[in-house]
T-cell receptor, first 116, second 109 residues
Framework: GAVVSQHPSWVICKSGTSVKIECRSL??????MFWYRQFPKQSLMLMAT?????????EQGVEKDKFLINHASLTLSTLTVTSAHPEDSSFYIC????????????FGDGTRLSIL | GENVEQHPSTLSVQEGDSAVIKCTYS??????FPWYKQELGKRPQLIID?????GEKKDQRIAVTLNKTAKHFSLHITETQPEDSAVYFC????????FGPGTRLSVLP
């Protein structure tokens, strides 16, 4: 149980393009999902907390107009990187957990985004 | 907010030896501490976790200890194998999950 699917796994696109990444909880309902960014050889940096049916909570320094998050259902959250530039190139990874603070997070496979 | 430190940043051990990774946290309200293993280019995978009502938990070759008074917890891997080589992250659930900076473990054959 607790499978999280993330799509696409790899995106290469031109500067100025908007890219949408999907995160799905396949066998459980997730009222909360999390979006992380990971640079090479670094830890997971929380970008935002995605709440079903309400606005996402963004971490300090993360531009909410740049990284649009939509959590329209209990099994799907999307992250859209708008007008992407080379500095947005990174590994983006989502996670979901069962309700409650003491629950582990289950991660998707991540999306490697390369902006040319 | 929560701050999680992790040591060492890199660790090399001979196959069969034990490996220990230590983490400290700052938020005394944190009560859940998972450990994740991440292989290159792959998702972090939960390998063991501990809640604050216990001091130690073991699963085959992996164990975690927690000292709530001192606010630190440790991962212990015994009889290490080459496939244990990966980056290991600890985390603590303050207001949000906060991950440590990671430890790159290399098990040398």
């Amino acid at each position: 149980g607790a499978v999280v699917s993330q799509h696409p796994s790899w995106v290469i696109c031109k500067s100025g393009t908007s890219v949408k990444i999907e995160c799905r909880s396949l066998d459980f309902q997730a009222t909360t999902m999390f979006w992380y960014r990971q640079f090479p050889k670094q830890s997971l940096m929380l970008m935002a907390t995605s709440n079903e049916g309400s606005k996402a909570t963004y971490e300090q320094g993360v531009e909410k107009d740049k990284f649009l998050i939509n959590h329209a259902s209990l099994t799907l959250s999307t992250l859209t990187v708008t007008s992407a530039h080379p500095e947005d190139s990174s590994f983006y990874i989502c996670s979901a957990s069962f309700t409650g603070r003491n629950q582990p997070q289950h991660f998707g496979d991540g999306t490697r985004l390369s902006i040319l | 907010g929560e701050n999680v430190e992790q040591h060492p940043s890199t660790l090399s051990v001979q196959e069969g030896d034990s490996a220990v990774i230590k983490c400290t946290y700052s938020d005394s309200a944190s009560n859940y501490f998972p450990w994740y293993k991440q292989e290159l280019g792959k998702r972090p995978q939960l390998i063991i976790d501990i809640r604050s009502n216990v001091g130690e938990k073991k699963d085959q070759r992996i164990a975690v200890t927690l000292n709530k008074t001192a606010k630190h917890f440790s991962l212990h891997i015994t009889e290490t194998q080459p496939e244990d080589s990966a980056v290991y992250f600890c985390a603590a659930n303050g207001q949000n999950f906060v991950f440590g900076p990671g430890t790159r473990l290399s098990v040398l054959p």
